[in-house]
T-cell receptor
Framework: EPEVTQTPSHQVTQMGQEVILRCVPI?????FYWYRQILGQKVEFLVS????????KSEIFDDQFSVERPDGSNFTLKIRSTKLEDSAMYFC???????????FGDGTRLSIL | KNEVEQSPQNLTAQEGEFITINCSYS?????LHWLQQHPGGGIVSLFM???GKKKHGRLIATINIQEKHSSLHITASHPRDSAVYIC??????????????FGKGTKLSVKP
């Protein structure tokens, strides 16, 4: 069964550095999402992406964050000037349509030191 | 106030027991998801439903749109069912494009 893949599984970065989290969505899916889960807390929506542009974003997704689909297969989340509070598990998800089930990747655990 | 509330927060059961996890929500929705999160963190989608009932193996999910309530049932529970079960809703408010609002999850531990 096709699956969403995320790399790396764990990223350790110094505060203030930039990180790029990568996702390969399922190939025939058109909608892409990033979610975040701070340790011990619930999963939170960050951003959704369709037709090469952001379709919706949450209050969390400020100017520090950006997303890109650089080559038709990868979907990336860039976090500039990372802060300690950016430490979390980041999940990518994709779906065929916005009303279709979302398939999640295994997540990238981001640790900011 | 949380838009999605789950109960209980933690649940310990003996192998073979029938388990029920509840989810209540306060927003208008177009669909509700039940997800399973394993100890390693990965999330697996179990069900997406907008009405009635769905069954997959030992898992059953029901939803009552009028009462804004859903339940996830596990029959003949097994230690491998131990995980966090998360309820998430897709709001039908405004121009929502499918993003989900999550509950805090129910941590289930099934003892042999």
């Amino acid at each position: 069964e096709p699956e969403v893949t995320q790399t790396p599984s764990h990223q350790v970065t110094q505060m203030g550095q930039e990180v790029i989290l990568r996702c390969v969505p399922i190939s025939n899916h058109l909608y892409f999402y990033w979610y975040r889960q701070i340790l011990g807390q619930k999963v939170e929506f960050l951003v959704s992406f369709y037709n090469n542009e952001i379709s919706e974003k949450s209050e969390i997704f400020d100017d520090q964050f950006s997303v890109e689909r650089p080559d038709g297969s990868n979907f990336t989340l860039k976090i500039r000037s990372t802060k300690l509070e950016d430490s979390a598990m980041y999940f990518c998800a994709s779906s065929q349509g916005y009303s279709q089930p979302q398939h999640f990747g295994d997540g990238t655990r981001l640790s900011i030191l | 106030k949380n838009e999605v509330e789950q109960s209980p927060q933690n649940l310990t059961a003996q192998e073979g027991e029938f388990i029920t996890i509840n989810c209540s929500y306060s927003v208008g929705i177009s669909a509700l998801h039940w997800l399973q999160q394993h100890p390693g963190g990965g999330i697996v989608s179990l069900f997406m439903l907008s009405s009635g009932k769905k069954k997959h193996g030992r898992l059953i999910a029901t939803i009552n749109i009028q009462e804004k309530h859903s339940s996830l049932h596990i029959t003949a529970s097994h230690p491998r069912d131990s995980a966090v079960y998360i309820c998430a809703v897709r709001s039908n408010y405004g121009g929502s494009q499918g993003n989900l609002i999550f509950g805090k999850g129910t941590k289930l531990s099934v003892k042999p």
